[in-house]
């Protein structure tokens, strides 16, 4: 294991005073893991702030069905290892309707994604929700909140938000109000993966360098994961050595050309860098301010 | 590898150029990405303010909505590295509107940077800024002087604005000033030394804030940690969770629980990556105790010389809400882990923030600075805020629509029942209750003026009276003439008013009397706090729902002739607000039913409640 870097230690003690937080002031927490390096390290904190007991509230995956079968298989392994229990939601009317990103575009974000999402916060009832998001990935989530209101319909109005001082996490709510809780908000991407590594902690196979086929589309590369892929005229999928750097469903994750392929090659990679995590995700690039305007919808 | 994490506030004005500063130093320690770059180079043509050039500020000016305003809107957190640290950036915005997002930012801050636009000097937005940097203990502070290329690279102006900066320090408290001439858009003295002003030979902003040690408290303090969360998975384990406030603690040493005094010793600190010799600052523990004693969140364990129980606090409060602080209010109270009720005792000075003196008020608006006394429903363990942040440092919350509304600084503290005893007497209010063969109860109508709320009163009391019942009644009205004769109709005013209707209610309830109020009682924060006067179930808000307009058409008193013909300001439903109940015990339409029909509604909505037998 390597040393722990001094401001690591202060972010993990932030992070597990405010997982502690929730588990006193929320009647009904949930923890939304969405299996990739984030959620990894959100849980790996959880499990720290509890210890010896286990983390007083469960883990819900919102399942498109579009998800890399390397994350499924992960969500089911790190479930069992640890002894969580795990909610599962997929948008019963996307399903039925065929809702796929093949053919719906934005629209499959939406219905599957954001739509199942508050599906599934309502149907479970729950007062807080735990998530994974970092400040540095967005302008827009620079000015978010640890304990960040939702109001009725999960809604997100940027002006309305609660000062937050010190270290006094406002967990009240007013009828129809829910919370959304980023413990990862002063992280960035290197101290996730310099804190994967430091920690010893499990990540998705995916994030590192493996032969994958592969096609190019609008010069960024998509893996193809299952006999779901639909090809374009002329595509051929072609074998290259490529990993994630960001994990969403399959066709609109875009991988890197890169060779890394233990954690001490991905942080290496990490500090020398000129990308931005999110440029491989496709949605976030639909139009200006798009991060922002899903949040606003309810979006994580 | 960075060895350490600094947290920095960042204030400056709109056109001090702070977004550009920060957009500058986020860019030149390389935590810009290039596709990010490129959309700023489209952004720079489309929202630009430097001509032909990338504008840095857009890095920065997150939302959508300011990006078109060109102005920042809330605090932000920025983060970066270099070799030797990491950074925290919390940028907020420099107009006075939005004082409470710097002092947001100020709260988790070590150290902070003031933009000073060379060509202005200092204004009244830099008193204010380091007052606030100074209220909220950072003891640190660079003072960036900007657009040192619009004065011509001139020495003098530069070193009148840091000699006028010094001369307010002895209105400010102490601060460490280290000034540094900069210009954010071209780098000058942010990353590297610039040609253009030799004269300037001190170190650049990023290597200032590279060395900088924070003056914090001294490490030999005594132990504090507010217990955050019972960690109980099974009857083999009770361990108390929480995060080192202050000082060291080691297996075997002996904590107090500050709320009830009573002591155990540690005997296991554990965490998930094994068992701990010692534990300190900022590190979060699990502790084990020795035995079993009554410990709970928002209890603070902590060794000798413990925290002080609070009582009352007297604090510096900065006000950020639309709707002003009145002495009288009550709110949650959070501090450390605690949460208890709060009601505004006094508010005795506004610190004006731009000349750096007190000024004697009896309220506080949006975004001001006061002095305000809390007393508080349980007690409290806390230190002044100049000694500890966290056991110094609370908010105040809005018990209905939940909003965090006021940040406090304790200066104070008057320990909870030394001066005041609470004599607790052999017959109490269930005996009293019991020869009056009754439940007390407080039967609080409100509604409009002319709405009917003194006539049912008075004839749901008859009926007591005539089934031998014992009551009491308080009229609004009446009482101005005796009790609150000092009281005139301001906001304030009226907190005040109510506050003493709702104690006197109180003690008629303890002589065992079912009271009855008629009082228009506008708001629902008063209509509260007179509620948490009494027990659970002694209080029946009576909502008498009559329409302004038939109010206006009764008018008994004449009163809406005169509020309407402007003789009589701050009339309830003419200019002044009212609430109506959301959620009333018991509601009476007036023009469904005449008071004799509403008066039995009353009387058996108490037989129900097991009130009257």
């Given at each position: 294991?390597t040393?722990r870097?001094a401001?690591?230690?202060?972010l993990?003690?932030?992070s597990i005073h405010?997982l502690?937080?929730?588990?006193a002031?929320?009647?009904?927490?949930v923890l939304?893991?969405?299996i990739?390096?984030?959620?990894?390290?959100l849980?790996h904190?959880a499990?720290?702030?509890f210890f010896p007991?286990?983390?007083?509230f469960?883990?819900?995956?919102?399942?498109t069905?579009?998800?890399f079968?390397d994350?499924i298989?992960?969500?089911?392994?790190?479930v069992?290892?640890f002894?969580?229990?795990?909610?599962?939601?997929t948008?019963?009317d996307?399903?039925?309707?065929?809702?796929?990103p093949?053919?719906?575009?934005?629209?499959?974000t939406?219905?599957?994604?954001?739509?199942?999402?508050?599906?599934?916060l309502?149907i479970?009832?729950y007062d807080f929700?735990?998530?994974?998001?970092?400040?540095?990935?967005?302008r827009?989530?620079a000015?978010?909140r640890?304990f960040s209101?939702r109001g009725p319909?999960?809604?997100?109005?940027?002006?309305?938000q609660?000062?937050e001082?010190?270290?006094?996490y406002?967990?009240n709510?007013a009828?129809?109000?829910t919370l959304?809780?980023?413990?990862?908000s002063?992280?960035?991407?290197l101290d996730?993966w310099t804190?994967v590594?430091?920690?010893g902690?499990d990540?998705?196979p995916?994030y590192?360098?493996a032969?994958r086929?592969?096609?190019m589309?609008?010069?960024?590369?998509i893996?193809?994961?299952d006999?779901r892929m639909r090809?374009?005229?002329?595509?051929?999928?072609?074998?290259?050595?490529v990993?994630?750097?960001?994990l969403g469903?399959y066709?609109?994750?875009?991988?890197v050309?890169s060779?890394a392929?233990?954690?001490e090659?991905?942080?290496?990679?990490?500090?020398?860098?000129r990308?931005?995590e999110?440029?491989g995700?496709?949605?976030?690039?639909?139009q200006?301010?798009?991060m922002?305007?899903?949040k606003?919808?309810?979006?994580? | 590898?960075?060895?350490?994490?600094?947290r920095v506030l960042?204030c400056?004005?709109?056109d001090?150029g702070?977004?550009?500063?920060?957009g500058?130093?986020?860019?030149e320690?390389?935590?810009?990405?290039d596709?990010v770059l490129?959309?700023?180079?489209r952004d720079s043509?489309?929202?630009g303010t430097?001509?032909?050039?990338?504008?840095?500020?857009?890095?920065v000016?997150?939302?959508?909505?300011?990006?078109?305003?060109?102005?920042t809107?809330?605090?932000?957190y920025?983060?970066?590295?270099t070799?030797v640290?990491?950074?925290?950036?919390?940028d907020?915005?420099?107009?006075?509107q939005?004082?409470?997002?710097?002092?947001?930012?100020a709260s988790?801050?070590d150290f902070a940077?003031?933009?000073?636009?060379?060509?202005?000097?200092?204004?009244a937005?830099?008193?204010r800024h380091?007052a606030?940097?100074s209220l909220?203990?950072?003891r640190?502070?660079?003072?960036?002087v900007n657009k040192m290329?619009?004065?011509g690279?001139d020495q003098?102006?530069f070193d009148g604005?840091?000699?006028?900066f010094h001369a307010?320090?002895?209105?400010?408290?102490p601060?460490?000033?280290t000034a540094?001439p900069v210009v954010a858009r071209d780098?000058?003295n942010?990353?590297?030394?610039?040609?253009n002003?030799?004269?300037?030979t001190?170190?650049?902003?990023?290597?200032?804030?590279?060395?900088a040690e924070?003056?914090?408290r001294p490490l030999?303090?005594?132990f504090?940690m507010p217990?955050q969360y019972?960690?109980r998975?099974d009857h083999?384990f009770?361990g108390?969770?929480g995060?080192?406030?202050a000082?060291t603690i080691?297996?075997?040493?002996?904590v107090?629980n500050?709320?009830?005094?009573?002591e155990?010793?540690?005997?296991q600190i554990?965490?998930?990556?094994?068992?701990l010799?010692?534990a300190g600052?900022?590190e979060p523990?699990?502790?084990?105790?020795?035995?079993?004693i009554?410990?709970?969140?928002?209890?603070v364990l902590?060794?000798e010389?413990?925290?002080a129980?609070?009582?009352?606090?007297?604090?510096?409060v900065?006000?950020?809400d639309?709707?002003?602080?009145?002495?009288?209010?009550?709110?949650q109270?959070?501090?450390?882990?605690k949460?208890?009720v709060?009601?505004?005792?006094?508010?005795t000075n506004?610190?004006?923030?731009?000349?750096?003196?007190e000024?004697a008020?009896?309220?506080?608006a949006?975004n001001e600075?006061?002095?305000?006394?809390i007393s508080?429903?349980h007690?409290v363990?806390?230190?002044?805020?100049?000694e500890s942040r966290?056991l110094?440092?609370?908010?105040l919350v809005d018990?209905?629509?939940r909003n965090?509304?006021?940040?406090?600084?304790?200066?104070a503290?008057?320990?909870?029942?030394s001066d005041v005893?609470?004599?607790?007497?052999?017959?109490?209010?269930?005996?009293r209750?019991l020869?009056n063969?009754?439940?007390?109860?407080?039967?609080?109508?409100?509604g409009l003026?002319?709405a009917?709320?003194?006539?049912?009163?008075?004839l749901?009391?008859k009926?007591?009276?005539a089934?031998?019942?014992?009551s009491?009644t308080?009229?609004?009205?009446?009482?101005r003439?005796g009790l609150?004769r000092d009281?005139g109709f301001s906001?304030?005013d009226?907190?005040e008013?109510?506050?003493?209707i709702?104690?006197v209610?109180?003690l008629?309830?303890?002589a065992?009397?079912i009271v009855?109020?008629?009082?228009?009682?506008?708001?629902r924060?008063?209509?509260?706090?007179?509620?948490?006067?009494?027990e659970?179930?002694e209080?029946?808000e009576i909502y008498?729902d009559?329409?302004?307009?038939?109010c206006?058409?009764r008018?008994?008193?004449?009163?809406?002739?005169?509020a309407?013909?402007?003789q009589?300001?701050?009339?309830t439903?003419?200019d002044a607000p009212?609430?109506?109940p959301l959620?009333?015990?018991?509601r009476?339409?007036?023009?469904?039913g005449?008071p004799?029909?509403?008066?039995?509604?009353?009387?058996?909505?108490l037989?129900e409640r097991?009130?009257?037998?």
């Open positions: 294991m040393m870097p401001h690591l230690k202060a993990e003690a932030e405010i502690r937080e929730v588990a002031q929320a009647a009904n927490p939304l893991y969405s990739g390096k984030d959620s990894s390290v849980l904190l499990r720290k702030a007991a286990k983390p007083p469960p883990l819900l995956h919102i399942d069905t579009w998800k079968r994350m298989v992960f969500r089911d392994k790190t069992q290892q002894g969580f229990e795990l909610r599962k939601h948008n019963p996307g399903l039925r309707d065929g809702i796929n093949f053919d719906h575009g934005s629209a499959y939406q219905i599957m994604k954001t739509d199942a999402l508050k599906q599934a309502t479970g009832k929700a735990i998530g994974g998001a970092r400040r540095d990935e967005e827009s989530r000015k978010e640890v209101v319909g999960h809604t997100w109005e940027p002006k309305r609660r000062p001082l010190w270290h006094l406002n967990g709510l009828p129809g109000e959304r809780v980023f413990p990862l002063n992280w960035t991407e996730v804190y590594l430091a920690e902690i990540v998705v995916l590192f360098a032969p086929p592969t096609v589309r609008d010069g960024q590369i893996v193809v994961d006999d090809f374009l005229p002329g595509e051929k999928p072609e074998t290259k050595l990993r994630f750097r960001s469903c066709p609109l994750s875009a991988a050309d060779p392929a233990t954690l090659d991905i942080v290496a990679e990490m500090r020398s860098t990308v931005s999110r440029a995700r496709l949605i976030d690039q639909d200006d301010s798009s922002e305007k899903k606003r919808e309810g979006y994580f | 590898m960075p060895d350490s994490l600094l960042t400056g004005s709109v001090d702070k977004s550009t500063l920060i500058r130093l986020l860019f320690c390389g935590s810009i990405p596709d490129v959309a700023l180079e043509r489309r929202f430097v001509e032909g050039g990338t504008d840095y500020a857009l890095l000016d997150g939302l959508a909505a300011e990006r078109e305003q060109g102005v809107i809330d605090v932000a920025r983060f970066f590295e070799p640290r990491r950074f925290i950036l919390a907020s915005p420099g107009h006075q939005y004082t409470r997002n710097m002092v947001t930012g988790t801050s940077i003031l933009l000073i636009d060379a060509r202005k000097g200092i204004l937005q830099t008193r380091a606030i940097v909220l203990g950072i640190d502070v660079v003072l960036a290329d619009l004065v690279f003098a102006v604005i840091v000699a006028g307010l320090l002895d209105r400010l408290g601060l460490n000033v540094i780098g000058d942010v990353t590297r030394p610039s040609t002003m030799p004269w300037y001190g170190a650049t902003l990023l290597a200032t804030l590279e060395r924070p003056t914090l030999d303090v005594p504090r217990v019972v960690n998975p083999t009770r108390y969770a995060t080192v406030e000082g080691k297996p075997g040493d002996t107090i500050t709320t009830s005094r009573v155990a010793k540690i005997a554990v965490t998930m990556d094994g068992d010799a010692t600052r900022d523990v699990t502790l084990v105790l020795d035995r079993e009554d410990v709970s969140r928002g209890d902590a060794v010389p413990i925290p129980l609070a009582g009352q606090i007297d604090a510096w900065v006000w950020m639309e709707t002003p602080l009145f002495r009288g209010r009550a709110y109270f959070m501090l450390g882990t949460s208890v709060g009601t505004i005792t006094d508010i506004r610190l004006d923030v731009d000349t750096l003196t000024v008020v009896r309220e506080l949006l600075i006061g002095r305000v006394s508080l429903s007690p363990a806390c230190e002044v805020y100049t966290t110094g440092g609370f908010v018990r209905l629509t965090t509304v006021g940040a406090g600084m304790v200066t503290i008057k320990a909870a029942r005893y609470w004599h607790r007497m052999d017959v109490g209010k269930d005996a209750a020869l063969g009754q439940k007390p109860a407080v039967l609080w109508f409100t003026s002319g009917g709320k003194s006539t049912i009163a008075n749901v009391e009926q007591l009276l089934m031998g019942r014992h009491m308080l009229d609004g009205d009446n009482v003439h609150n009281l906001e304030a009226r907190v008013n109510i506050r003493r709702a104690e209610s109180k008629f309830v303890e065992g009397l009855l109020v008629s009082f228009i009682s506008p708001y924060n008063e209509r509260m706090l007179a509620r948490d006067c009494v659970e179930g209080f029946l008498v009559t329409p302004v307009d038939e206006r058409r008018d008994p008193k004449g009163l809406y002739q005169k309407d013909s402007g009589l300001r701050n009339f439903g003419v009212y609430e109506a959620d009333p015990e018991i009476l339409p007036t023009l469904e005449s004799e029909v509403l008066a039995a509604k009353v009387i058996d909505a037989r097991g009130i009257i037998g």
